[in-house]
């Protein structure tokens, strides 16, 4: 049962990632009618993944729950590492 509150966090934590650089782009008009489609794509991948993992815990499939929502929270979690290891170790980049 832990694992799934941990996936779901991250899930969580990557869809409100993705949502602020929605709204952000709507405000500065980088989203426009030309690219919104695949935003509303990206977001509906999104919220399918989490709520796909929610209604699956619910009706008892909890490994396969786990499985739905390591789909997105396994890349999340490795690039937040990467940001991480690079703020942390700051590398040379010449």
């Known amino acids: 049962m832990v694992l799934y509150w941990i996936l779901l966090g ?3 934590a990557a869809a409100l990632v993705a949502l602020f650089f929605f709204f952000i782009g709507l405000a500065d008009g980088s989203v426009s009618s030309f ?3 695949i935003w509303l794509a990206l977001l509906g991948g999104i919220g399918a993944v989490i ?3 929610i ?3 619910a009706s008892g499939r909890r ?3 786990w499985a739905v929502l390591s789909v997105l929270a396994v890349p999340a979690f490795l690039s937040g ?3 991480l290891a690079l703020i942390v170790l700051q590398p040379n980049w010449r």
């Open 10 to 12: 991250i899930d969580a």
């Open 35 to 37: 690219n919104a489609g």
């Open 51 to 53: 709520g796909g993992g």
């Open 55 to 57: 209604a699956l815990n």
């Open 63 to 65: 490994r396969t729950a």
């Open 81 to 83: 590492l990467l940001i």
